[in-house]
């Protein structure tokens, strides 16, 4: 079987698409689809479904087997290629993260600078997102950073820190408004989110929905906003209630709400393929990480 081929029906399926595929390898739509079909000719049978129109492709259950294996072939590849280039080397190469866009401003767009003047030969790729947990596959990354990621048995996920989420609103919304009591008050209150999604990078910030409700019951927010600059300053202008890290830039301007309440926590993760666990590279920057975090006084909430 050609090497090639099976590389090209590898991206189609991770991808489940021709054009996203083609776009990913560099090469025509037309190759992509001449691939498959001289692959799907030499194995004699259906490698994929077409699910038609823009929705693209699915495997076949002989795709699947194909796939399953093609997954453990360049798996191995690429550990073969980490072990060989960090073979008594010190760490270097390009590193891609995909973590909230948050964690890239505040946090590690603060710390870069330390870290490459001890490792001047990395090179980084940062993603930010926010509302969905993409698949980490998908993203082609080496590191994600966040909350856990469920039902990923190939990802080594190691605790890096915790951060509480409080409650907030601004001098003006308490005047209009009122200051609510107890959290039975917030069901009479505006209370501005981030995002009705569950799946997202910032972790479930959105607690405050449900806060001290009979089970089953979720108050209508009055504000949904997916950034967490948008956020403070929707409550800076009095709009409502927001859920925030007290150490967010700006924070200092509201007041908290409900502060004898105890705060919800985050638990970030660093998570990667199990094929990059002896990469120095994965290492270096997480160490890093842990020593940067330590610190500057985040909790990292006993041993994960």
């Given at each position: ?52 129109g823009a929705k693209g492709v699915i495997p ?217 666990k002896t990469s120095k590279r994965i290492k ?21």
């Amino acid at each position: 079987m050609d090497l090639e081929k099976l590389r090209i029906f590898y991206q189609v399926a991770k991808h489940g698409s021709i054009s996203a595929a083609a776009a990913k390898l560099r090469i025509a739509q037309s190759a992509v689809s001449r691939s498959i079909s001289m692959l799907e000719e030499e194995l004699n049978t259906q490698l994929f479904i077409r699910l038609g129109g823009a929705k693209g492709v699915i495997p076949s259950d002989s795709g699947q087997i194909l796939l399953n294996s093609a997954k453990k072939i360049f798996d191995l590849e690429n550990l073969a290629t980490i072990e060989i280039e960090d073979f008594n080397k010190e760490p270097a190469g390009t590193l891609k993260i995909i973590t909230s866009l948050g964690t890239i401003n505040f946090w590690l767009m603060e710390i870069l600078p330390g870290f490459l003047k001890q490792y001047p030969k990395f090179n980084f790729i940062l993603e930010g997102y926010n509302d969905v947990m993409i698949e980490f596959e998908m993203a082609d990354a080496d590191v994600a950073i966040g909350p856990l990621i469920a039902n990923t048995p190939d990802l080594i996920q190691e605790y890096l820190m915790s951060y509480p989420l409080k409650l907030y609103a601004s001098h003006e919304y308490i005047k209009n408004f009122g200051l609510p009591k107890n959290v039975k008050d917030l069901d009479n209150h505006r209370i501005i989110i981030f995002s009705t999604l569950r799946k997202s990078f910032l972790g479930d910030v959105d607690w405050h929905l449900n806060l001290g409700c009979a089970p089953g019951f979720v108050r209508k927010p009055f504000l949904q906003v997916n950034s967490s600059l948008a956020l403070t300053k929707a409550a800076e202008q009095g709009l409502g209630i927001i859920s925030m890290n007290p150490h967010f830039p700006g924070i200092e301007k509201l007041v908290e709400i409900l502060p004898e309440i105890n705060e919800h926590w985050v638990d970030i993760y660093y998570s990667y393929n199990r094929s990059l666990k002896t990469s120095k590279r994965i290492k270096a920057f997480q160490e890093y990480l842990i020593q940067n975090i330590l610190m500057s006084g985040y909790s990292r909430r006993g041993v994960r």
